[in-house]
């Protein structure tokens, strides 16, 4: 159980590294286009911003029940 932990823990890190490498070039004028594709086919991208729209949304929904974001 902790050795799975652990390897989703590094999966994540390691495509959050790539996607920050992707974003730099991007802003230098390089596109890595390959890169890019390859994030989508391997779903890790999807699944990264599917996570972070379900902790922001209920981070929000939190916060509206406890009556601090009306």
Do not use: D, H
């Amino acid at each position: 159980m902790k050795l799975q932990l652990i390897e989703n823990i590094c999966k994540q890190v390691v495509s959050l590294v790539l996607l920050a490498g992707i974003c730099l070039l991007y802003s230098k004028g390089i596109i890595p286009v390959y890169l890019l594709v390859l994030f989508l086919l391997s779903g890790t991208l999807v699944s990264l911003i599917f996570r972070t729209f379900t902790f922001i949304l209920k981070t929000i929904l939190v916060l509206i029940a406890m009556g601090m974001l009306v």
